[in-house]
């Protein structure tokens, strides 16, 4: 989440649900909250009842809709220009909040002279490398600092572009002060006023034209957002994938973070930014990661070049200043985690036994390599490419290419069958009979049979204690990596080989128990929580050592088991404690739910207002103390303390800055380092779009990865010759009723019967104009393949006027599959693959398409239609 | 889209799940509990040629009508769940005790008529039968104008006596039928005079209906309807002119009555089905209802308290929970 | 106690709990089917794919056995003028083109005067010691009859055993003192479970301060002893007419009308006696 980890110093949400009922003013955007998120979203309703105003700026007439005060629909992928606009009104109407941004933002810092905004680039920030299709971020520093192409990585390079994203951890600041800051905010070059220009353009009137929406309609989300923000008053926004599935989805947040910063609704109750996430614990899984380029608590993966020894990687990684200014005791603690007694001094603490990252192994990118042959073996864990992913005909001429397949899952899921009855075996395109991959299927326990944590989307860990065995051969996925790793490690027993040193010096001893011997998972949120020098638990990350005496598995887990204690596991209920239900659970980083809250007191330590009242400076305790939440600051350290010139690591940190990840403990409006595709965000169409760009003369994202070959066309957009083939915007979203890719939702009896049938959502006007029949087939046709879905026209889906022209949106939730109780094609055999360069996403949110009345062809005939419609439209390979 | 006076059109009510057992069983009922009365009141006037014929039908339409009714059930044991309790509020219940006793009186009635059993104990069943006969041609109406069904519910005041007509032409249909014309006189006047009737019970029931009266003229119903009528008007013909001359036309006048007399119990019954399953028929009323002033006030939109006087959001944060 | 009913308290004496029942407040349903799901769920109802309705989000049509509780959608665009969105945040119409998204969870209304009970010739309908309508399972013998019976067609039978079964209110949780799955399931409080008087009172509260802050289509629907069917166990807050959520604008139970049906039926056999005695004796011959 480098929208938010750019930002804001950490890629979470800032804030929790439960706080929403504090918010005076909530923008809902990109999200679909009441469907996706329908237990968080008690917390709107109960800020609505509180009075506040709910804003819904969304494509679609949703359920989150209908509880708003305000729906307005907007095009999709022009969420940029919307917030834009906001930015540019806040400006136009002197809005903003000057003491916040003047104390804990990166307004008042100076830019360097060369750097050149998009106004003058035509859409390019300064240092665009056309060769590379990259940026080289050199000009895009602090005025008179130097280090942000190291610290941001100096390889920028589309392949590896990953790790510095996710790792946005910052440039190296002498003393963690910006050598160049103008507090009047005046100086032309200075943050504030280069971001005020920046926005100039997005006019009222240009949100209309690029939105689709009326300038008074834009107007009434701006004022109500400017209204309710100040001293008295926050707003929060809440996004979720309608904003990070597009090929520029991390400026989306950017904007977002840009305008909540000057708004002051940071840190605060009742503000934030609250990013919604998705499956039950993919925060978790992106905290201590699933993902290729990060290590657990977003330490980067190391680089085989740039990183040969510990010190480098450290040295290179590391902002010295604010938390990161500890790189090196997070990373010793971690290695002594993994490698125990092995881990010395002497060895640089195992840190040659990580593997390097040397390319993208992102998901797409490895699908993409496995197409070639690239890749022998897949193991499926806990995931459904075959729906899931965009583009899912290349999906399986993918998997077709490996040599095994192993599949954990509850169900025959289509990622595990595509070889007996996929589209392409009805078409003739692949036979049975030649699909060489062997293909291994191993049931999954569920999470009642087994003990674990859920990491929420507020970051918060509540452990799950198993209520029964796993039936017959399921099992969970610790009992199967433990004993998967015990069977390897005995067969590499007699090895003296030093490339299997890594696997048989691992820490790998975790107790086992029950009838099938289960390893102990509290054994391993132990190990994650890690241990001090004299073997006790430690309490924070503020413990680690750089020495190799103490051990965690994440610094930001570091206290998940404090005093002995299974935090996650605490239950006391909200009837005993107050509304923040500081004892239920435990969320990351010290236990802290909303995090930067240390900006909502002043800069002298009071509260803002009475009634936005957090966490404050009592003066007479010389402490930090709140309304029950830990104070996400230093705990003793004075408003006023200004840091020593040399000082390191938090001691850098003066007592007036909040964002205490970043190396100047400020929010960045203007982020220097950590993205790919600019320091502000700016408006670019979607890779496939029936319009031009009014802003820029740069049509798209010029950073986006787009991999253009036989098996992943891509329709002409506006301008090109044959886009008219394809004139409307597909969209492709979730219901209540289904879970993602439907394994876990299709096969459920009582969900399958709620919606058992994959259709599109359509206008009035789109139907007439196609023929299309409420309740009747349509068939819809991208470049890629065609599908066909029931018809639902509904008022709820709106035609936008769009410079000059009608724009139809046709709406397709992705649940459905060829397994399952309920089935029916997928939304995903229509999307192309092409992704945000900076987080790998597939641009699942827009895409264009054709719709016609009836069922697809069958079989070859279905072939020939896409066929028939790439001719016609000249699609580019 | 919804119809704003609709949820899509769906019904409001269930249409009901009995099966075609149960206008059977109406018919079957009401031809059983006039002939036991028809049987009886001919025994006391000496007519017992008739009588015994009467018996016979009775006992015959009471032998099959619990088979009728256990069809409908599923499993014999359950009809006997029905005599678990006995509820007033439930013509159901009343009905299955009624039939019990008149099925029990009747039997032992008609054994003795035809054989000469039971000489003591059939002194008290005649006379039960036939007064049990009566109720029992005409509970069934009570059962169905007692549910939520507009167009039975509706006919609360006159459908019994459109039972109660059905069963005394269908009672003097069998007899005629089964009766020598000689001995038959008795029958013909009852049949005829439950024919006349019918068709006057059948008007008074439409008039009453108001909107109603719609989905007789509809669908399954309009047909048995039609059915009924045909029949009952040249069965009543047949029986007036020929039933004294010529044993055949008796016996075909009294089949004609008796399947006009099954007909229309049909077409009431599809008549519900019709009713319940357009919600305009449920709503309609409903709201004129309330137009009229005559609601008894479903919805209201006063509330009984006044609103608190609310000052703008109050943080959660401030007090403390 | 208040709201009673033919069998609640009296036939319980000391054993009478407190009538429980729902207050369905849906200004705030968001739709989300939690409550249908975790009913059938609890109470391993079976499932039933009725197909892609194109009524709106509601593929699962009404409630019947395998269904007690059901969700209802409504898509509604009128001209604007009905707007209100002030600081209370109560719209329900949408600011701009007036589109708004009914959601409504449906349920028995456990009846005060509950016309299904009074027809079940079995006694399988009985009232619970908490005042609700429960069916027997082990008793319903499936006469059908509270199927018609019931003014608002809540109950039918299930194909494959031929019995009637409906809500319970959860009368198994409630004698454990738990809430029911439903109302426990529902994210927004759209669901409210307690106490009748408590509910009741509450829900003067609600429609208070939606009249207050002008939003002049909400009422409350069974929530009064003398409406048609003596005031609901699960009574609700609407916002619009009944019948554009399926309910009947003005429902009566049936054993208001009782007596007459018993006269009639009476009067009829009399005559019916009357016509046999003139036939049989009235005759010339
Ligand atoms: N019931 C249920 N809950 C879920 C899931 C599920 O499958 N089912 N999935 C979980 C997962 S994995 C995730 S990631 C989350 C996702 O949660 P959401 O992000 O809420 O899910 P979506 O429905 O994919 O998309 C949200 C909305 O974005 C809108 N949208 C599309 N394009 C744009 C755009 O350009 N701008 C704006 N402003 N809006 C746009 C769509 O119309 C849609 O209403 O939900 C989680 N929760
Ligand atoms: N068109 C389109 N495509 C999309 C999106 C979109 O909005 N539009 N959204 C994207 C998003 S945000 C997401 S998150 C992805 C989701 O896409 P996937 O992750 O591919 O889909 P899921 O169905 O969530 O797959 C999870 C699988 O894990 C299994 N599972 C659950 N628990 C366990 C367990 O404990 N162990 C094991 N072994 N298996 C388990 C489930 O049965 C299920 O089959 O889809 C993406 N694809
Ligand atoms: S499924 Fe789980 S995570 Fe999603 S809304 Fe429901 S309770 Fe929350
Ligand atoms: S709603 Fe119907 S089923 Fe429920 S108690 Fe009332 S009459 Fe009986
Ligand atoms: S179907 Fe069952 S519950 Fe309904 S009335 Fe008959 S016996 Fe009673
Ligand atoms: S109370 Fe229980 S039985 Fe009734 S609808 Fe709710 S969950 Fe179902
Ligand atoms: S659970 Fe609550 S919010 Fe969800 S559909 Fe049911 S009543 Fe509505
Ligand atoms: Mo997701």
Redesign the interface.
């Known amino acids: 989440m480098p929208g938010l980890g750019t930002s804001f110093g950490r890629g979470g949400a800032t804030t929790f649900q439960q706080d929403l009922q504090n918010s005076d003013c909530i923008l809902i955007m990109g999200s679909n909250m009441a469907e996706q998120h329908p237990v968080g979203f008690q917390w709107v309703i109960e800020a609505k009842e509180r009075g506040a105003k709910v804003i819904h700026v969304d494509p679609r007439f949703t359920r989150t809709s209908a509880m708003a005060d305000l729906h307005l629909p907007i095009r999709p992928g022009t969420d940029i220009a919307f917030i834009g606009g906001i930015v540019n009104y806040i400006f136009e109407t002197d809005s903003w909040f000057r003491e916040y941004v003047q104390h804990y933002t990166n307004g008042p810092v100076v830019l360097k002279p060369d750097f050149q905004d998009t106004e003058e680039g035509s859409g390019f920030f300064s240092g665009w490398n056309p060769e590379d299709s990259a940026y080289s971020i050199e000009t895009w520093g602090y005025n008179r600092s130097s280090g942000e192409a190291t610290a941001g990585k100096s390889e920028q390079q589309a392949d590896v572009s990953g790790d510095q994203a996710h790792g946005a951890h910052g440039m190296k600041l002498k003393g963690g002060q910006p050598p160049d800051v103008d507090p009047t905010m005046e100086n032309e070059r200075c943050i504030l006023q280069t971001v005020r220009r920046h926005y100039a353009r997005y006019t009222p009137e240009m949100v209309a034209e690029v939105c689709g929406c009326s300038v008074e309609d834009f107007l009434k989300v701006a004022r109500a957002m400017a209204e309710n923000s100040g001293r008295e008053r926050t707003s929060a926004v809440v996004y979720s994938v309608g904003w990070t599935q597009h090929t520029h989805g991390v400026q989306n947040i950017r904007g977002a973070s840009i305008m909540q910063l000057l708004l002051g609704n940071i840190g605060r109750p009742g503000g934030g930014v609250l990013a919604l996430r998705g499956h039950a614990n993919i925060q978790g899984s992106t905290d201590i990661p699933t993902l290729f380029d990060i290590l657990p608590g977003y330490i980067p993966m190391p680089h085989p070049q740039s990183h040969p020894t510990l010190d480098t990687f450290v040295e290179l990684n590391g902002p010295d200043t604010g938390a990161w200014g500890n790189l090196r005791a997070y990373m010793v603690s971690l290695l002594k985690a993994w490698w125990g007694d092995a881990a010395t001094e002497d060895n640089d603490f195992c840190f040659d036994y990580l593997p390097r990252i040397n390319g993208d192994h992102s998901h797409y990118a490895m699908m993409l390599k496995m197409l070639d042959g690239g890749v022998k073996g897949m193991f499926a864990v806990g995931q459904n490419p075959v729906v899931g992913s965009a583009n899912s005909k290349l999906m399986r001429l993918a998997l077709a290419k490996l040599d095994w397949l192993v599949v954990r899952d509850f169900q025959q899921i289509e990622t595990a069958t595509w070889w007996k009855d996929s589209p392409e075996i009805e078409s003739g395109e692949m036979r049975t009979e030649d699909i060489g991959t062997e293909i291994f299927f191993l049931p999954a326990a569920a999470h009642t049979e087994k003990d674990g944590s859920f990491t929420n989307t507020q970051r918060l860990l509540q452990w799950h204690h198993k209520a029964c065995e796993p039936p017959e051969d399921c099992r969970s996925e610790l009992h199967w990596i433990y004993h998967l790793g015990n069977a390897i490690r005995e067969k590499l027993k007699s090895s003296d080989d030093p490339r299997d040193r890594p696997i048989l010096d691992v820490t790998w001893d975790y107790p086992v128990q029950g009838p099938y011997d289960e390893p102990d998972a509290e054994a391993v949120l132990q190990e994650i929580s890690g241990y001090s020098a004299d073997g006790s638990f430690l309490d924070s990350y503020d413990g680690l050592e750089a020495d190799g005496s103490t051990t965690s598995g994440s610094w930001i887990h570091c206290g998940i088991y404090k005093d002995g204690v299974n935090q996650p596991a605490r239950k006391r209920p909200h009837t005993e404690q107050n509304w923040i239900a500081h004892e239920w659970g435990w969320a990351w980083p010290k236990d802290t739910r909303i995090i930067y809250n240390r900006a909502s007191a002043d800069p002298d330590g009071k509260p803002w207002s009475e009634r936005k009242k957090y966490v404050w400076w009592d003066s007479e305790e010389e402490q930090w103390t709140s309304l029950g939440d830990s104070p996400d600051f230093p705990p003793t350290k004075a408003p006023g303390f200004d840091p020593p010139r040399n000082a390191k690591a938090m001691e850098a940190i003066a007592g007036d800055k909040p964002f205490i990840l970043h190396p100047d403990g400020t929010g960045w409006l203007y982020a220097p380092t950590g993205l790919v595709d600019g320091p502000l965000p700016a408006h670019y169409e979607p890779h496939e779009t029936p319009f031009v760009n009014p802003l820029y003369a740069q049509q798209q994202n010029p950073t986006r990865q787009v991999f253009p070959r036989p098996e992943n066309v891509y329709n002409p957009s506006d301008g090109e010759p044959g886009a008219a083939v394809f004139p409307f915007v597909l969209s492709t979203y979730r219901l209540t009723e289904h879970h993602t890719a439907g394994g876990m939702s299709r096969s459920v009896p009582y969900l399958a019967e709620l919606q058992p049938e994959f259709f599109c959502e359509v206008s009035p006007a789109l139907a007439s104009e196609r023929g299309l029949e409420h309740g009747g087939w349509a068939t819809i046709v991208t470049s890629r393949n065609a599908v066909e879905a029931r018809v639902m026209v509904t008022e709820r889906i709106r035609p936008l006027e769009i410079q000059g022209r009608q724009m139809h949106i046709v709406g397709t939730p992705y649940h459905w599959g060829r397994e399952g109780i309920v089935k029916g094609d997928s939304a995903n055999e229509l999307l192309g693959i092409v992704l945000d360069n900076n987080v790998h996403i597939s641009e699942y949110k827009v895409a264009t398409c054709d719709i016609r009345p009836g069922r697809r062809p069958r079989g070859k005939e279905r072939l020939a239609l896409v066929e028939d419609y790439r001719r016609r439209a000249g699609s580019n390979a | 889209m919804s119809r704003s006076d609709s949820y899509y059109g769906q019904p409001v009510i269930k249409e009901p799940t009995w099966t075609w057992e149960i206008p059977m069983y109406f018919f079957t009922g009401g031809l059983a509990g006039a002939s036991a009365g028809l049987a009886w009141l001919s025994e006391l006037r000496g007519d017992d040629e008739l009588a015994r014929r009467a018996w016979a039908s009775a006992l015959g339409g009471l032998a099959i009508s619990p088979l009728f009714l256990i069809s409908d059930l599923g499993k014999p044991s359950r009809f006997f769940n029905m005599l678990r309790v006995f509820k007033v509020t439930s013509p159901m219940s009343v009905g299955s005790w009624i039939l019990s006793g008149s099925g029990l009186a009747t039997g032992v009635a008609a054994a003795n008529a035809w054989t000469g059993m039971f000489p003591r104990t059939s002194r008290v069943a005649r006379p039960a039968a036939a007064v049990l006969g009566l109720p029992l041609s005409t509970y069934t109406a009570a059962l169905l104008t007692n549910t939520a069904v507009p167009v039975w519910h509706e006919a609360r005041g006159s459908l019994a006596f459109f039972f109660a007509s059905g069963a005394a032409s269908s009672a003097g249909a069998a007899a005629v039928a089964l009766t020598p014309p000689k001995y038959a006189a008795a029958a013909r006047r009852l049949a005829i005079g439950g024919a006349v009737s019918e068709a006057v019970t059948n008007e008074v029931m439409r008039r009453g209906l108001g909107m109603h009266a719609e989905v007789y003229k509809a669908g399954p119903s309009h047909v048995f309807d039609n059915i009924s009528r045909a029949c009952v008007a040249s069965g009543a013909a047949l029986i007036a002119a020929r039933g004294r001359q010529s044993r055949a036309a008796a016996i075909a006048g009294g089949a004609l009555l008796g399947a006009g007399a099954l007909a229309a119990r049909w077409s009431v019954y599809k008549a519900g089905f019709g009713s319940a399953a357009d919600p305009k028929y449920v709503v309609a009323p409903q709201r004129e209802r309330i137009e009229r002033g005559e609601s008894r006030g479903a919805t209201r939109r006063d509330a009984k308290v006044s609103a608190p006087r609310r000052d703008l959001a109050t943080p959660a944060t401030s007090d403390g929970r | 106690m208040s709201h009673e009913t033919l069998a609640w308290p009296d036939s319980y004496g000391d054993k009478a709990k407190p009538r429980m029942g729902f207050f369905t407040d849906t200004t705030?349903c968001?739709?989300?089917?939690?409550c249908?799901?975790a009913c059938?769920?609890w109470n391993q109802v079976?499932?039933?794919?009725?197909?892609?309705?194109?009524?709106?989000?509601d593929?699962?049509?009404?409630l019947?056995a395998n269904r007690w509780r059901h969700v209802?959608f409504?898509?509604?665009?009128r001209p604007q003028n009905v707007l209100h969105?002030d600081?209370?945040?109560?719209?329900t119409y949408?600011?701009?083109?007036g589109?708004?998204?009914?959601?409504a969870s449906d349920v028995c209304k456990h009846c005060t005067d509950a016309?299904c009970l009074?027809?079940?010739?079995?006694?399988?309908l009985f009232r619970t010691e908490f005042g609700t309508v429960v069916v027997q399972e082990d008793?319903?013998?499936?006469?059908?009859?509270c199927?018609?019976?019931?003014?608002?067609?809540?109950?039918?039978?299930r194909e494959d055993d031929?019995r009637v079964w409906k809500c319970t209110l959860c009368y198994d949780r409630l004698k454990d003192d738990k809430e029911p799955a439903c109302a426990q399931a529902c994210?927004?409080?759209s669901i409210q479970y307690g106490q009748l008087d408590d509910l009741r009172?509450r829900a003067?509260?609600r429609?208070?301060?939606m009249?207050?802050a002008g939003q002049?289509e909400?009422?409350?629907?069974?929530?009064?002893d003398?409406?048609?069917?003596g005031g609901a166990g699960a009574f609700f807050l609407?916002l619009d007419?009944?019948?554009?959520?399926?309910?009947?604008?003005?429902?009566?139970d049936?054993?208001r009308?009782?007596p007459?049906?018993?006269t009639?039926?009476?009067?009829?056999?009399?005559?019916?006696?009357a016509?046999?005695?003139?036939?049989?004796?009235?005759?010339r011959?």
């Open positions: 705030v968001i739709g989300c089917k939690a249908e799901v059938k769920e079976p499932m039933e794919i009725e197909g892609f309705s194109g009524k709106s989000y593929n699962s049509g009404d019947h209802k409504i898509e509604e665009a969105v600081s209370e945040g109560l719209a949408q600011e701009g083109d589109l708004r998204w009914l959601m016309a009074d027809v079940c010739p079995t006694g399988a008793v319903c013998n499936g006469c059908g009859y199927v018609p019976a019931c003014p608002f067609g809540v109950l039918s039978k031929g994210p927004t409080n009172e003067e509260h429609l208070a301060r009249r207050a002049d909400a009422r409350l629907y069974l929530a009064d003398d409406d048609g069917v609407l007419e009944p019948e554009v959520y399926g309910l009947p604008p003005d429902p009566v049936a054993r009308d009782l007459k049906v018993w009639a039926a009476a009067a009829a056999a009399v005559t019916l006696g016509g046999l005695v003139a036939a049989v004796f009235g005759g011959e």
